[in-house]
């Protein structure tokens, strides 16, 4: 196509002499009017032919479009998560799934959760509430605002319970692994905790429901810091950030 142009291009001046040659005995008029006649034929095929080659092109870029995917935003795969407790040694909580560990500790390890969460704040009944729709559980958006001893935190969340806060009468401690997986890979800049922003930021250590195997002792998760580890259960510095399973 490109050739064909070309051509006709290169023989358009050749055309305006040889016409100016043959014919010698008509009126100059009449020569003007062939000599423009014949120009205009010649641009319009130019110009068809460059609209062709232009449709073409840009149907060659669409079709290679429809290559790519159509949604983007796939569902991340939900998890089940442990949700009875144990009485866990070190070496039982360092295997818990989907979970990445950085760093082992003879006491626990710092690492981060694999799970792609899909995480939405809602209010309920004026109480803000976190759901995971990839593992399937509602937490509390904040929890305690103090801290407090594990059998404390145990009767904090009884308490939760009486007042049914937004509208529902099962919250528990969570799990090591339910508790282990809201850590993220590196700190949050909104909020310097190795946890989503969308929760509130005052609970920097939490309880797990989970029993350390051979001491008074009971599992905790640090955001600070990305630690999963057991300490004495009477020590009071840890908060309560309770869970519960969605239907």
Same mark, same amino acid.
């Given at each position: 196509m ?8 290169t023989?358009l001046p050749i #055309?305006y002499?040889r016409m100016e ?6 009126p100059?008029l ?9 120009a205009?034929? &010649?641009?319009a095929g ?5 609209? &062709?080659?232009?449709? !073409?092109? /840009?149907d /060659? ?6 290559s790519?995917p159509q949604?983007?935003n ?5 998890v089940k998560l442990?949700?009875?407790y144990?009485? #866990?040694?070190? !070496?039982?909580a ?9 760093? /082992? @500790?003879k006491?626990?390890f ?9 995480y939405?704040?809602?209010?309920? /009944?004026?109480? @803000?509430? +976190? ?20 059998e404390?935190?145990?009767?904090? +969340? @009884? ?5 049914? %806060?937004?509208g529902?009468?099962?919250? =528990? #401690? $969570? ?10 890979s590196g700190?949050n ?5 190795f946890i989503? $922003?969308v929760f ?9 429901g989970?029993? %350390?195997?051979? #001491?008074? !002792? ?8 990305g ?5 004495i %259960? %009477?020590?009071f510095?840890?908060h309560? =950030?309770p869970?519960?399973t969605m239907e």
């Open positions: 490109r050739k064909v142009l070309r051509e006709k291009l023989n #055309l002499n040659r043959i014919i010698t005995i008509s100059k009449l020569i003007y009017k062939i000599i423009l006649f014949s205009s034929h &010649i641009l130019c110009v068809t032919a460059s609209a &062709i080659l232009f449709a !073409a092109t /840009n /060659n870029n669409n079709s290679s479009d429809t790519k949604n983007s796939v569902k991340a795969e939900k442990r949700s009875s144990s009485n #866990l040694s070190v !070496a039982e360092q295997a818990i799934q989907h979970f990445t560990i950085r760093k /082992n @500790k006491w626990g710092y690492g981060h959760s694999t799970i792609k969460h899909d939405v704040l809602k209010e309920i /009944n004026d109480n @803000k509430v +976190v759901i995971d729709h990839a593992t399937g559980l509602m937490w509390h958006q904040s929890g305690s605002t103090f801290g407090m001893n594990w404390k935190a145990k009767h904090w +969340v @009884k308490l939760l319970n009486k007042r049914g %806060y937004a529902h009468y099962d919250w =528990r #401690l $969570p799990t090591v692994d339910e508790a282990a997986s809201l850590l993220e700190k800049h909104d909020n310097d905790r989503d $922003p509130d930021k005052t609970q920097g250590w939490i309880w797990t989970d029993s %350390y195997q051979h #001491l008074d !002792a009971a599992w905790r998760v640090d955001f600070f810091s630690l999963v580890d057991w300490d %259960y %009477y020590y510095f840890y309560v =950030r869970v519960r």
